[in-house]
């Protein structure tokens, strides 16, 4: 004879083998609900150089002016863009800035030259320095090392002397040049 019982014993003995190995009736699924990511950002060393008053050009440096003197003078002169500087050069503190300076309108022979007008044959002979004794030159589209510190690294000024020695028996009028400079970093 044949349990009545026999049929629900052997559902409930499944239901107990799905319960025992997880698989129960009332577990909720499970699903990850979290994730990690990174987030990163490189700063690297650099400068910027910009126009005082923040045009964002950096336009003209400043003007080497030796000043006025007789015609028949053969003073020395000497000139410096380091307080009329008219750009802001910024780095970051460790960068080395190489700043280059070309020979001007009207270099000749390897050396920098002041003229009057068009004419050749009026010139002053100059020379660029980057220290105010003129001990060190700069020559014609040679570097000069400056390096940005904690103590200059937002305002560096460019190190450009100057100096001339007037030959006399100038004929009078203005002298001029224009030098372009090249910061690299």
């Given amino acids: 004879m044949t349990d009545p019982s026999e049929p629900l014993r052997r559902v409930l003995a499944a ?9 129960g009736l009332f577990s909720p699924a499970q699903a990850e609900t979290s994730a990690n990511f990174d987030v990163t950002a490189t700063v690297t060393p650099g400068c910027r150089v910009d126009a005082l008053g923040g045009s964002g050009n950096a336009g003209t440096i400043g003007t080497l002016d030796f000043g006025q003197d ?4 053969t003073a020395s002169h000497s000139a410096t863009t380091t307080g009329n500087q008219a ?3 910024r780095c970051t503190p460790g960068v080395t800035l190489m700043m280059t300076i070309d020979g ?3 270099a000749a022979s390897g050396q920098r ?7 050749p044959a009026s010139r002053i002979l ?10 060190q030159p700069i020559a014609i589209g040679g570097s000069t090392a400056v390096t940005a510190t904690t103590a200059n690294g937002e305002d ?6 100057a100096r001339l020695t007037l030959p006399g028996a100038l004929t009078a009028g203005t002298y001029t040049d224009r030098l372009t400079v090249t910061l690299s970093w």
Avoid: E
């Fill in 126 to 135: 100059y020379s660029l320095c980057s220290d105010a004794a003129c001990n």
């Fill in 15 to 23: 239901l107990l083998a799905v319960v025992a190995s997880g698989g």
């Fill in 113 to 119: 030259h002041l003229q009057r007008g068009a004419d």
């Fill in 104 to 106: 001007g309108a009207h």
């Fill in 70 to 73: 007789s015609s028949l003078s």
């Fill in 156 to 161: 560096i000024r460019l190190p450009v002397h």
């Fill in 87 to 89: 750009i802001r050069v």
